[in-house]
């Protein structure tokens, strides 16, 4: 039973991309193992190599000093090594007790009745309670990620691994697991608690023995002891969201002075699924950044500001007109433009070329009676592709051919050129190199001069160095408010409060 | 019991026999299907499955005098045509719709071509076997009881399919399949190997009722002898929610109003033929219609398998991420 | 298994035109095994059946004039395709097409061409056009299947004919076969000057220039362009996604409906039920095949509208059934399904010492 499970200088890229390199971890019977760290940082890439899901490019797995075969799921089940994912794998029109005996080795015959009292065996044995004869698409979120749980207990798993097992809770569904996983531990389990919300690492510190490591950009660069050690709060978040760039030109354009205008977007008390009433306002001539984890509410804020769904409550007015009129009639939507986080998905089609991509948002200002003026928008494009350094500048690519960085800029020449007094940007910077980064950040400050920019971004830097006002998103409400600080000292301040907000704390 | 109640029932078991004589093709191609969409494939090849089925019993039997190795024959020849949709759409990761359309129309085409020569020929099928005691239930017996081997087997499919996906490991597997590939391939359970299980079950179960419409239908072969059943069958597996239990009500509903529409035909209705003809196919459009409302307003119960239609990642069966 | 398939880093260079050759050839070798199987010649039927489909001046006009009907129903079919939407039902939309047609021919048959003509043109395209929004408004609004309904749809139009065509619209000086009267001169659709080739021809230029211009030049054909590739891409960008459901049904169902009228005018100048012989199964296999390419359209609908005409000559020849069209057609879809693998992909040789 006393399993101990070593990583030892695992390193995995994807692409250009690295995602975990040279990580070296000891996963120990009895304890958990807190795996702290921003959105990216290769927390969970580690556990699907753990769990077999991922093979490494180099480096191994011990378990009780015995090498696990790599990229094989099954291996690892079998040395007992499970993983909750965030995205639960449920069937989800079967049972609870279908579910929890799904490959597990038994008679050919199945009885509801003997399944069902599997399950309720195991169940009280972890304080798990859930109804065997349920269906999974009745269940709560807490629920089903309880029946995640049993279908490892049921298979005797040594090693749990729990993947942002809270982000789809709620806090009374939070405290049930707390329970159970203090109950694992103490009969000589091993969990690993992937998180970047502080105060729930802090709390099962108090009940159980804890180990934290901080990955940052595919690395470890803190570890501690929680039995013996007591970092800071701020210690932490600074080992997670800490980098330090230099953008010192970049600063400078922000903070020149400006004029703000009208108000071009107004939110109050907006309702839909994932939101829990949002109010927000944004001017003409600043930016306001929306900061916090991925997963808080920024799809179906987005989703509403961008007109795919409509408000279900409160109220919704872009440049001065209700959610309902802004988005219909014959122009909708005109003077907002979205740069949405999916570019792939939402802003581009793949097999289209430059050109019909261009066109995709732009077309109607080549229309003339239905028909669509392509040299006209021709002549344009090329004019973007030059002003953006689009590579490569030939305007029949398709569009899944430019990399992400390339995609990006034409989305923001596109959408930039249809003159907005508003604009939506989600993760403006995402994976695209310092140039790039950079690069967009001065074509955003630049918008001011014509419009309201709401940057929804979960990179604290690029937060608080662009808005003039950062808000805070986090489970679906707004946490607080901070302004642009004149002095690094003010900026160190806000960065601490924010940091604190998006890992839930008041 | 009145003189009229006893015509009335005269004319009943006779009806009752003919719904069920008509529904046991669509109810052998229905739980077929069924099968292969619970593990997660949808073949739209069932019109072609049943053709060449019904094909192969015929000129089986006609050689062997056999009509049970005809009937074999029938199930493996819709076994084989469904090895080309699995083909196309699980190795090669062709799309699942068009691969079904181009089956149906492979399979009509090779039925019609290769019984081209058998077009009027008479060949040993089954006859009626009246049970002995049951048979002699009023009403009931003569309708249930008194008739040929295949309908019997018939009442059995339904009820051991039903067991064999409900109360079986087997039946676990291939549910997973078709509703999260990727919970299966977690718990060490294969999707590729049970979609592979699924098509081919489903495609013998379905060239059985092509086989039940040459050998016990008619015991002679005509060209589309299965007119639309096959279509009929898919859209039934809507209709009774992907479960064998309810594919007998549904396949004897409209066994019933085909076996009623032919007697309305003898019988020289007023109304001319063209139009008692559209009577299935309108109220395949009006079950799927009165279904889906049904669907709207239970929400969330009635679904389809999650993955149906859903490739699994990779020609292989998933070794991608 | 020592054979593993590798993802290709770009698309296998003229691996469409690859893929569609040995897919012929597949279609042709099947043909031979099942004219060998039959005790019949296999090699020497499938030079009949080439020979008799294409290499003959009066072959060639067979097959334009079974194209014109194909082309017309493909047009259509694409358009749903695009929107991934799986109208099967152009066969039903065909049927409804020559009935709408008719139904003008035999009221206002004495009227002057240029004014039957057009007229008979629209019913037909209204008709077909009516019969596919059913299962386009069904899809929209209720969410049912559009397969089964736009397939249940085709066995009801071609019993919507026959009702009419054995009942009120039956010629009465036809011996009882189920045929409309002849329809007048000024009713018919004639023929090229110097063919057997009918005007329906230049109905199809037209439409898929039309088609082509829709396409590439409008706004409309560009949203459904889209709209057919990335449907979240379009919602983002303001599309009206129900309309142009309803709208590429509709086409599809007038396009099909005209084909109906061009098939009952033209070629055998009155309505009967011979007429129904599943060019809008063909047209399913030639969407597919051409997607919206207008001459790829073209070309897989003369192909396989000459394969019926080949077929038609092993009838002669050797006796062989005419369904052997749909082996041929299935076949060469299958190939091609399964075929695409190759453009994407490739299988390697991996030594079973590499392999862990």
């Known amino acids: 039973m006393a399993t101990h499970i070593r990583i030892e200088g695992v390193s995995k890229s994807f692409g250009m991309q690295q995602a975990n390199r040279d990580v070296s971890l000891d996963i120990r019977a009895g304890r958990i193992l807190a795996l702290l760290g921003e959105n990216g940082a290769g927390k969970s ?393 950079e690069d967009v950040w001065r074509r955003l400050l630049a918008m001011r001069a014509r419009a309201g920019v709401l940057l929804v971004t979960s990179d604290l830097t690029e937060a608080l160095l662009l808005a003039d006002r950062v808000l805070v998103l986090y489970a679906g409400r707004i946490m607080g408010e901070v302004r642009r600080g004149i002095s690094s000292l003010e900026t160190e301040e806000a960065r601490g409060k924010i940091g604190r907000w998006m890992a839930g704390l008041d | 019991m009145t003189p009229d109640m006893v015509d009335m029932l005269a004319m009943l078991t006779p009806l009752l026999a003919a719904a069920i004589q008509s529904g046991a093709p669509l109810l052998f191609a229905t739980v077929g299907e069924i099968i292969t969409e619970r593990s997660g494939t949808l073949n739209l090849g069932v019109e072609g499955m049943m053709l060449c089925g019904a094909l192969a019993a015929f000129v089986v039997s006609l050689g062997t005098g056999s009509p049970w190795l005809g009937a074999l024959a029938g199930c493996a020849a819709g076994a084989l045509l469904a090895v080309l949709h699995g083909l196309a759409t699980l190795t090669c990761g062709g799309n699942q719709v068009v691969s079904g359309l181009a089956l149906t129309i492979l399979g009509v085409g090779l039925a019609d071509t290769l019984g081209a020569g058998h077009i009027g020929q008479v060949a040993p099928g089954f006859d009626p076997v009246a049970i002995p005691v049951l048979s002699s239930i009023p009403v009931l017996g003569p309708a249930l009881f008194t008739q040929d081997a295949l309908v019997y087997l018939s009442f059995g499919t339904p009820l051991a399919v039903w067991v064999l996906l409900f109360r079986t490991r087997w039946g676990l597997h291939l549910q997973a399949a078709g509703e999260n590939p990727a919970a299966a391939r977690a718990a060490g359970v294969s999707p590729l190997r049970w979609r592979w299980i699924g098509i081919l079950a489903g495609g013998a179960l379905c060239g059985l009722g092509g086989a039940y419409l040459s050998l016990s239908a008619t015991h002679l072969w005509t060209t589309n002898l299965t007119a639309g059943r096959g279509w009929i069958a898919v859209a039934l597996v809507i209709f009774c929610a992907w479960r064998p239990q309810r594919a007998m009500l549904g396949a004897y509903l409209f066994g019933g109003v085909m076996a009623l529409q032919l007697r309305l035909q003898a019988m020289g209705a007023a109304l001319p033929s063209s139009l008692l003809l559209m009577m299935p196919y309108a109220m395949t459009v009006l079950a799927l219609v009165a279904f889906s409302r049904a669907k709207s307003r239970a929400a969330g119960r009635n679904l389809p398998p999650a993955a149906l239609g859903v490739p699994l990642a990779g020609p292989q069966g998933g070794e991608g991420r | 298994m020592p054979l593993r398939l590798v993802d290709r880093t770009k698309p296998l260079p003229w691996g469409g035109f690859f893929v569609a050759t040995i897919s012929l050839a597949a279609a042709l070798a099947v043909c031979a095994l099942l004219l060998t199987w039959q005790g019949k010649p296999g090699l020497h039927g499938v030079w009949l059946l080439v020979d008799g489909g294409f290499l003959h001046g009066y072959a060639l006009e067979d097959a334009v004039r079974k194209a014109i009907p194909i082309f017309l129903c493909s047009l259509g079919v694409a358009l749903c395709f695009r929107m991934k939407l799986w109208n099967i039902g152009a066969e039903g939309q065909f049927a409804l097409g020559a009935v709408g047609a008719t139904a003008v021919a035999l009221r206002f048959g004495h009227w002057p061409a240029w004014a039957v003509l057009p007229c008979m043109c629209l019913a037909g395209a209204a008709a077909g056009a009516l019969w596919a929004l059913g299962p386009a408004l069904l899809k929209r609004r209720l969410g049912v299947n559009e397969i089964i309904t736009t397939l249940m749809a085709n066995y009801i139009g071609v019993l919507v004919l026959q009702y009419l065509v054995y009942g009120a619209w039956k010629d009465p000086v036809s011996f009882g076969f189920p045929m409309t009267e002849l329809f007048s001169d000024a009713a018919q659709v004639g023929l090229l000057p110097g063919s057997r080739i009918h005007y329906g021809l230049l109905y199809c230029v037209a439409a898929g220039l039309g088609f082509w211009w829709w396409i590439s030049r409008t706004r409309l054909g560009f949203e459904l362009v889209v709209s057919g590739e990335n449907s979240r891409a379009a919602r983002f960008a303001h599309m009206p996604y129900g309309m142009l459901i309803c709208l590429a049904m509709g086409g599809c169902g007038a396009l099909a409906g005209v084909a109906g009228f061009l098939e009952a005018s033209a070629s055998v100048h009155r309505l009967q039920p011979s007429i129904m012989v599943g060019y809008g199964f063909t047209a399913v296999v030639v969407a597919w095949l051409g997607r919206l390419r207008v001459p790829a359209i073209a070309a897989f609908s003369f192909l396989l509208a000459g394969f019926r005409v080949g077929v038609e000559n092993l009838q002669i020849e050797l006796q062989a059934p005419a369904a052997m069209a749909g082996v041929l057609e299935g076949t060469i879809l299958m190939a091609v399904l399964s075929g695409q693998l190759l453009n994407h992909r490739r299988l390697v040789w991996i030594s079973r010492r590499t392999t862990p």
């Open chain 1, 45 to 437: 890439t580690l556990m699907s190599i753990l769990a077999g899901t991922l093979a490494p490019d180099s480096g191994r797995i011990l378990v009780d000093g015995q090498p696990l075969p790599p990229g094989n799921p099954a291996a690892s089940l079998g040395a007992g090594i499970g993983m909750v994912h965030q995205h639960f794998l449920l069937m989800d029109q079967l049972r609870v007790s279908q579910n929890v005996c799904l490959g597990l080795p038994g008679a050919f015959w199945l009885s509801p009745r003997r399944m069902a009292a599997l399950v309720r065996d195991v169940s009280s044995r972890f304080g798990l309670e859930v109804d065997p004869d349920a269906r999974i698409a009745a269940l709560s979120m807490g629920e089903r990620q309880r029946v995640e749980i049993l279908k490892l207990l049921a298979r005797d798993c040594n090693a749990l691994i729990f993947d942002e097992p809270t982000a789809v809770l709620t806090p009374g569904e939070a405290a049930i697991l707390a329970d159970a996983l203090c109950g694992m531990v103490t009969q000589g389990k091993a969990v690993v608690f992937i998180s970047h919300k502080l105060p729930e690492i802090m709390a099962l510190a108090a009940r159980a023995p804890v180990d934290v490591a901080v990955l940052r950009q595919g690395e470890v660069v803190a570890r501690y002891d929680l039995t013996t050690d007591t970092p800071a709060e701020g210690e932490l978040i600074r080992a997670m969201v800490g980098r330090e760039v230099d953008l010192a030109q970049v600063e400078r354009l922000a903070a020149a002075p400006h004029v703000l205008g009208e108000e071009v977007l107004v939110c109050r008390n907006l309702q839909v699924p994932g939101l829990q009433g949002v109010s927000l306002g944004v001017r003409k001539g600043e930016i306001v950044a929306l900061a916090g984890v991925a997963g808080n509410g920024q799809k179906p804020l987005v989703e509403v500001l961008a007109g795919v769904q409509p408000p279900q409550g409160g109220e919704v007015r872009l440049l001065g007109q209700p959610w309902h009129a802004f988005y219909s009639g014959e122009e909708p939507g005109r003077g907002l433009v979205v740069i949405p986080e999916d570019r792939r998905g939402a802003a581009t089609a793949g097999n289209l070329d430059l050109l019909d991509n261009y066109l995709l948002t732009t077309r109607r200002r080549y229309t003339r009676g239905g028909l669509i003026d392509r040299r006209q928008a021709l002549d344009d494009l090329r004019q973007i592709i030059d002003d953006f350094n689009v590579r490569p500048p030939v305007p029949t690519t398709p569009g899944g051919r430019l990399s992400g960085g390339n995609l990006q800029k034409l989305v923001l020449g596109r959408e930039f050129s249809r003159e907005p007094g508003m604009v939506v940007a989600e993760q403006p910077a995402q994976g695209l190199d310092v140039g790039a980064t």
